[in-house]
């Protein structure tokens, strides 16, 4: 399993944006498709991007597509997720997670692919 931190949230107003990084001292990381979930209060975790290992191929939630895009750079072994134009509907905490393959041409967009989590950090989208 690979150590993940997140990092970025915080209390941001409608319409702002904000970048949230998924940081990892494993190099290993990069060998490994990385996805960003959501968890709401009283909802469940929800997957809203994820990108393959080698940053070629990428999935959006439709609730984001447009406004949050996720990227890697592997030399730096990080994964961001740049998001604009934020809702309300987008507060909860955001967790990065890593696959539990090696090298999966697509990223996975099922929880159970993936193995490693974060602990996760907070975004509150509010006026």
């Known amino acids: 399993q690979v150590q993940l931190v997140e990092s970025g949230g915080r209390l941001v107003q409608p319409g702002d944006s904000l970048r949230l990084s998924c940081t990892s001292s494993?190099?290993?990381?990069?060998?490994?498709?990385v996805g960003w979930f959501r968890q709401a209060p009283g909802k469940e975790r929800e997957l809203v991007a994820a990108i393959s290992w080698s940053g070629g191929n990428t999935y959006y939630a439709d609730a984001v597509k447009d406004r949050f895009t996720i990227s890697r750079d592997n030399r730096k072994t990080a994964v961001w997720l740049q998001m604009n134009n934020l809702k309300p509907d987008d507060t909860g905490i955001y967790y990065c997670a890593a696959d539990g393959l090696i090298r999966s041409v697509t990223p996975p967009t099922t929880r159970q692919r993936y193995n490693s989590w974060g602990q996760g950090t907070q975004v509150t989208v509010s006026s």
């Open positions: 494993d190099r290993t990381l990069e060998r490994y498709g």
